[in-house]
């Protein structure tokens, strides 16, 4: 019988929590430690995270070195996806807060995924994907967020900004000429479809499964700049 393993345990800077890494037969999964032992993801449901990357890179990926953002690492599997997409020519930076799900992606999480941070088109910073926001305007062709459960923060209050008016302008400020944003969703949200519209974006929900063809279904929001 499969059971989990505890593997490690990795603080969230300043949160006061902590994410842990387990095994689960041959797969691996991330919770939220002291939570109420839900999964934050696993590596056998990532259908929605490598779409969140496939959409906008597929759109920019013809531009001359097209550069984009992920906010958020995860388990790799994003970042395998744009990479995948954007061509030899483009460059993916990774924005992770919590230093210790990078050194699990370059340890037992990055089989799963293809070792995506061995490519050399990828560069990781440990730095809020805010920060980077807010320091590169025009800097990326696509933006993709996947800093937390969706439009509500919730492994890190500070995240719920990302997804406010003054974040979707930060996000429209950091984006080239006619850039894609792609956020990814636990649930679907009306309102935050009216945000995007209402921060310069032509917005549109798309419904992935999260792994193959049935069972449950995640919400990625794909937004066009429309001016500037």
Known sequence: ???????DTTPIPDNGGALCLFEYGEDFVI???GGDGGQLMNTRMHGSEDALAEIPCKKVASRLQ?????????MGFTLASALKHLGKNGQVVVAELVPGVVEWNRGPLGK?????????R???LIQDVAQVLKSEPQGFDAIMLDVDNGPEGLTQKSN???????GLAACASALRPKGVLAVWSASADAAF??????????AEEVKVYAHGN???RHTIWIAEKLKG
């Open 112 to 120: 799963k995924s293809g070792n995506p941070l061995q490519d050399s």
């Open 1 to 7: 019988m499969k059971r989990f393993v505890l593997l």
């Open 160 to 166: 719920s900004w990302l997804y406010s008016s003054g």
């Open 31 to 33: 919770k939220i430690q």
């Open 66 to 74: 097209p550069r984009v953002l992920i906010g958020g690492l995860g």
């Open 122 to 124: 990828a560069s990781v």
């Open 193 to 202: 479809s009216d945000k995007l519209r209402k921060a310069g974006f032509k």
């Open 214 to 216: 049935k069972g449950t």
